[in-house]
């Protein structure tokens, strides 16, 4: 072989035309593994790939020109061949494009993942869409199920929820082609051996499970029907509310690898999203509902925050408001019998409290927010949806009233609190809510406010004073009531005062 073809960075091979290497550069060589493969047939030199392509070139009794790229299993390399026939030899150029074989495939993949984060974030939108509308339960799992079930990505989706007073599952709805995988999961559920949806549930986070055949914390039995039913992963998506978990869905696909880190937060908005349209519902019922359920539940553990903290300072507290902004739970107490200061230092310092603040203070009581973790009785109380109408605290003891609806689980509710803490449910009971009409509720505020309260509001809104940006400003609505500004500031603050505390008075407070 030439000197300039020995220095060549690409491989090149010499061969007789019918198969005999009569000259190899050093880049050949090295390619090939081979020290010296002069004077060697092809056979013997060049590796085996799956088609073969370059030693059947040397089948035929006139070599053709071709041009190929082959992997080769025994070198672990891609090759870009190109076989030049002339006379009477045959050349043969090799290029190694592993590198570059490997970049195709990765940009391959991103666009794969990207076509199918594309469907799949439609689909969660078109799910999302649909949650806004469910009006119960039932409805949200089946929306859930179809929706997921019913696309080519995955296979089937199952939504299943916590029995009642229990932490057993049971499956609520389901959807797609589930084989016998849905039967087995069934009949593992009832003998209570924990699945990868339960530690979802326990753990109020996605879990995916993938291939699912080699993964023990998978129940055997459902690991031999999902490989009957060519179903290899599984991500399983808690319903989540707050601190509350309501269930879990679970979705299994036939591809190995069909979940990606993205899905899974994509899809972890779906659990909350359901979650929120759970627990709206239950607000919903709450509010449409003729009859509620009133629970009173008593606690006696001192390590309770507000507990605690009635016993230390000698003070009697009593719940005046709830407002849950993200996850923060404020907690407005009214304070008896104690000055508030030594009751907001006092809350303070307790773990289960961020922060506190005195709102308004005489030598005999006053007024304070403080800011609960969801880890307390009133936080727990608040994730499961229901109204505290009612709460106070006092030396050893704290007794808390709620309201639900007719069709709350009631067991389910007292058990998230008292086997969390030491408490015990003393009431229940149904009563029928007393109904207002609008014309009443009116009649009503009316009577609360007075004339001038009613008169500076009336013009005010009329005058567009409330509009952003407003249409009057206070002097203008002032000189139209021919009263001084400072005045009518006066009566709009009492009078919406008045409404404010009307509203909040027969309202959820949560």
Request: hydrophobic residues 35%.
């Amino acid at each position: 072989m030439k000197d300039r073809y020995d220095a060549a960075p690409i491989g090149i091979l010499e061969t007789t035309t019918d198969g005999v290497v009569t000259g190899a550069n050093r880049s050949a060589k090295r390619l090939l593994d081979q020290e010296q493969p002069r004077e060697c047939h092809l056979d013997d030199v060049f590796p085996q790939s799956v088609e073969n392509t370059v030693p059947a070139v040397f089948e035929r009794s006139e070599p053709e020109s071709r041009e190929v790229e082959e992997y080769y299993p025994e070198l672990d390399r891609w090759f870009d061949i190109t076989v030049v026939p002339a006379e009477d030899e045959v050349t043969i150029y090799l290029q190694d494009v592993t590198d570059r074989y490997h970049d195709r495939q990765r940009i391959e993949q991103l666009r794969g993942d990207i076509d199918r984060l594309t469907v799949t974030n439609g689909l969660i939108s078109d799910i999302l869409g649909t949650l806004v509308d469910a009006s119960s339960r039932e409805e949200i799992a089946a929306t859930i199920c179809e929706r997921l079930g019913e696309t080519d990505l995955y296979e089937f989706a199952w939504v299943g929820e916590r029995e009642l007073g229990g932490e057993e599952i049971q499956v609520q709805a389901s959807s797609g082609t589930p084989g016998r995988t849905l039967e087995a999961i069934e009949e593992i559920l009832d003998t209570g051996t924990p699945l990868p949806e339960q530690q979802a549930i326990e753990t109020a986070t996605p879990e995916i499970v993938q291939p699912l055949g080699e993964d023990e914390s998978v129940p055997e039995p459902i690991r031999r029907a999902a490989f009957a039913d060519g179903l290899q992963s599984l991500l399983a998506i808690p319903l989540t509310y707050g601190s509350n978990v309501y269930g879990v869905v679970g979705i299994y696909a036939a591809n190995q690898e069909a979940f990606s880190q993205r899905e899974r937060a994509s899809f972890e908005t779906v659990g909350e999203m359901a979650g929120f349209a759970i627990n709206a519902s239950r607000q919903r019922n709450l509010i449409q509902s003729d009859t509620v359920v009133e629970l009173t539940i008593e606690f006696i553990d001192s390590d309770a925050p507000l507990v605690s903290v009635a016993t230390a300072t000698g003070s009697r507290l009593v719940l005046d408001g709830l407002v849950g902004q993200g996850g923060d739970l404020y907690c407005y107490l009214i304070v008896e019998d104690s000055e508030p200061e030594p009751v907001a230092d006092q809350l303070a310092d307790a773990p289960e409290a961020r922060e506190s603040r005195v709102i308004s203070a005489t030598e005999t009581g006053g007024s304070l927010e403080v800011d609960l973790t969801p880890e307390t009785p009133l936080g727990t109380l608040a994730a499961q949806g229901v109204t505290v109408s009612h709460a106070e605290y006092e030396d050893g003891r704290g007794r808390c009233t709620v309201e639900l609806s007719p069709e709350t689980d009631v067991r389910r509710v007292a058990d998230a609190v008292t086997h969390e803490y030491d408490g015990q449910v003393v009431a229940k009971r149904r009563r029928e809510r007393e109904l207002t009409t609008p014309q009443e509720f009116r009649d009503d505020l009316s009577d609360r406010l007075t004339d001038k309260q009613e008169t500076a509001l009336r013009t005010a809104f009329f005058a567009d004073y409330f509009e952003s940006p407003r249409g009057s400003t206070a002097e203008e609505v002032a000189d139209t009531l021919d009263i001084t500004g400072p005045t009518l500031l006066h009566h709009l603050r009492a009078g919406q005062k008045k409404l404010l505390a009307e509203f909040f008075e027969t309202t959820d407070r949560e």
